[in-house]
C-alpha cells in the first residue's frame, strides 16, 4: 500500500483516481489546486504524487519544481497526467517529473505507474541507507587510519624518550652509590679532622653541610622514583599505541587497563568542585585474549573517559556542600565467564545521567553523524570495536542516580 496525493482539477478525473487507487488498499487524498496539495504534501510526506497537467487552475510545472526542491518530498515519485499534444508542447522543457500518463485514464496503466513509484520509492530508501553505511565505513576507516598513525606517532615519541630516560636512571644508580660512598668517605674525614682550618669551617657553615649529606641521597631517590615513573608512562604509551598491522595478536586484558588507567591518571586528583575520583580494581585471574589490543585499548580510554566525564558533570551540578560530600568512584571488574568468553564491567556511581544512552551507543549510524556530542561518539566506537570488531557483546545500563554501568564480554579466541 503507498500513500498517494492527487492534485486534479476536473471531477470525473478526481473521481476516477480515487475510486482507482482506493479499490487497490492504497491511501489517497485528492485536492482541486496546486496551493492545497503543496501543504498537504508537507503533510503527508507521500510516496507519489500525482499531478493534473491540463487544469487551467494548476501551474504543474511549479509543484513540480518545489517539490523536487524540498528536500524532505523529494523522493516523493512524480507523475504527470497529461496529453500527447501538450506532451508534444512542453518535451523540451527540462522535465523535473518522474513519469507521465496519457489522459484518459486506463486503470492498468495507472496501477502500473504507482506501482512504479513504490518501487523507485523503496529504491531511493534503500540507496539513502547504503550512502548512510558508506559513510560510516568511510568515518571508520579515517578513524583506524587516525588512530594508526596517531599510533605510531605516540609509538615514535615513546622511543625517542625512552632511550635518554633509560640512560638518566641507570646512572641513577651509579650516582647514589658515589654520592653514599662520598658521604662515608666525607664522615671519616670528620672523625679524623678533628679542628679543621677556619677556612673549611666556614664553607661548613656557608653550605650546611649537615642539610646537604641528609638531603643528598632524598634527592637521588626522588630522581630515581621520577625517572621510574616516567619510564613506566613510556612503556604505557608504547603498550597503548601497539600497531595492529599484524592482525590479531594475544593481550592481557588487566594488563590494557591498567596502562589506560596510568595514561588518565591526570584526571583522577580531586579538581575545584569535586573530590579525588577512586578507582576500584576487582581483577579476576584471566588468560590472554587474541584481539587487536590497540583497538581494545582504544576502547577501554573512551569508557574510562566517559565516566570520568560523567562523574565531573555529577559534581558540576551538585549544590556546593553536596558535591563535597559525593565520593565519585569507577568500579572496574574482570572475570571469566566461561571457556569461550571473559566480560570487563566498567561502573560509576555518577548522579547527573538522566537518560538510557544504550539505543544511541548502538545505532549503527550515530558514527556519521557530526552533530553528536563527542561523548556518545566515543562509546559508539567503543561499541563498534568490541561488537563489529571482535564479536563480542557491550551493553550500558544507565539509572538516573544511581550511577552507569558498562558490561562487555570479549571472545578468548578469534575465530
Same mark, same amino acid.
Given at each position: 500500500? +503507498?500513500?498517494?496525493?492527487?492534485?486534479?482539477?476536473?471531477t470525473v478525473t478526481f473521481q476516477v483516481v480515487q475510486e482507482l487507487l482506493s479499490q487497490e488498499g492504497h491511501q489517497v487524498r485528492v485536492v482541486p489546486d496546486d496551493k492545497e496539495g503543496l501543504?498537504?504534501? !508537507?503533510?503527508?510526506?507521500?510516496? +507519489?504524487?500525482?499531478c493534473d497537467g491540463t487544469s487551467p487552475q494548476i501551474n504543474f510545472?511549479? /509543484?513540480? !519544481?518545489l517539490v523536487k526542491a524540498d528536500g524532505e518530498l523529494a523522493t516523493a515519485y512524480f507523475i504527470l497526467l497529461t496529453t500527447p499534444e501538450q506532451l508534444d508542447e512542453i518535451q523540451e522543457l527540462d522535465a523535473p517529473w518522474d513519469d507521465f500518463l496519457f489522459k484518459p485514464i486506463v486503470k492498468q496503466e495507472l496501477l502500473a505507474r504507482v506501482r512504479a513509484s513504490k518501487r523507485s520509492h523503496e529504491l531511493r530508501a534503500q540507496l539513502a541507507l547504503t550512502q548512510q553505511e558508506l559513510e560510516r565505513s568511510r568515518d571508520r576507516l579515517l578513524q583506524t587510519e587516525?588512530? @594508526?598513525?596517531?599510533?605510531?606517532?605516540?609509538?615514535?615519541?615513546?622511543?625517542?624518550?625512552?632511550?635518554?630516560?633509560? #640512560?638518566? %636512571?641507570?646512572?641513577?644508580?651509579?650516582?647514589? @652509590? %658515589?654520592?653514599?660512598?662520598?658521604?662515608?668517605?666525607?664522615?671519616?674525614?670528620?672523625?679524623?679532622l678533628v679542628e679543621p682550618g677556619a677556612e673549611i669551617r666556614q664553607k661548613q657553615q656557608d653550605m650546611? /653541610?649537615? #642539610?646537604?649529606? =641528609?638531603?643528598?641521597?632524598?634527592? /637521588? @631517590?626522588?630522581?630515581?622514583?621520577?625517572?621510574? !615513573?616516567?619510564?613506566?608512562?613510556?612503556? @604505557?604509551?608504547q603498550d597503548f599505541s601497539r600497531s595492529d598491522r599484524s592482525g590479531w595478536q594475544l593481550f592481557d586484558v588487566s594488563d590494557g587497563l591498567e596502562n589506560t588507567l596510568l595514561l588518565l591518571q591526570h584526571r583522577l586528583p580531586?579538581?575545584?568542585? !569535586?573530590?579525588?575520583?577512586? /578507582?576500584?580494581?576487582q581483577f579476576g585471574n584471566l588468560p590472554q585474549?587474541?584481539? %587487536?589490543?590497540?583497538?581494545?585499548?582504544? +576502547? #577501554?580510554?573512551?569508557?574510562?573517559n566517559h565516566a570520568i566525564d560523567a562523574l565531573e558533570e555529577s559534581a558540576q551540578e551538585l549544590e556546593e556542600l553536596e558535591s563535597v560530600k559525593f565520593k565519585p568512584v569507577i568500579l572496574i571488574t574482570t572475570q571469566v565467564v566461561d571457556a569461550q568468553r571473559i566480560s570487563i564491567?566498567?561502573?560509576?556511581? =555518577?548522579? +547527573?545521567?538522566s537518560k538510557d544512552t544504550t539505543a544511541e551507543i548502538s545505532d549503527p549510524f550515530l558514527g556519521a553523524k557530526p552533530a553528536e556530542p563527542p561523548i556518545s561518539s566515543g562509546l559508539a566506537l567503543s561499541y563498534r570495536i568490541i561488537v563489529d570488531q571482535h564479536k563480542g557483546e557491550f551493553k550500558c545500563f544507565s539509572e538516573p542516580g544511581k550511577g552507569t554501568k558498562i558490561q562487555i564480554e570479549i571472545p578468548l579466541r578469534h575465530s
Open positions: 500500500m +503507498a500513500k498517494i496525493l492527487a492534485i486534479i482539477g476536473d501543504d498537504l504534501a !508537507r503533510e503527508l510526506s507521500p510516496d +507519489a504524487i500525482i510545472l511549479e /509543484v513540480c !519544481r587516525k588512530m @594508526s598513525s596517531l599510533g605510531e606517532l605516540v609509538s615514535g615519541i615513546a622511543h625517542e624518550i625512552n632511550n635518554p630516560i633509560t #640512560f638518566i %636512571y641507570s646512572n641513577l644508580t651509579h650516582v647514589q @652509590s %658515589y654520592a653514599t660512598d662520598l658521604i662515608e668517605l666525607l664522615r671519616l674525614y670528620q672523625k679524623e650546611d /653541610v649537615e #642539610f646537604v649529606l =641528609d638531603d643528598l641521597l632524598k634527592i /637521588v @631517590s626522588s630522581m630515581r622514583t621520577g625517572s621510574d !615513573r616516567i619510564r613506566q608512562i613510556i612503556l @604505557s604509551l580531586a579538581r575545584e568542585g !569535586r573530590r579525588d575520583i577512586k /578507582v576500584i580494581k585474549i587474541e584481539c %587487536y589490543a590497540g583497538l581494545l585499548n582504544q +576502547a #577501554f580510554l573512551n569508557i574510562i564491567e566498567i561502573a560509576d556511581n =555518577d548522579i +547527573a545521567h
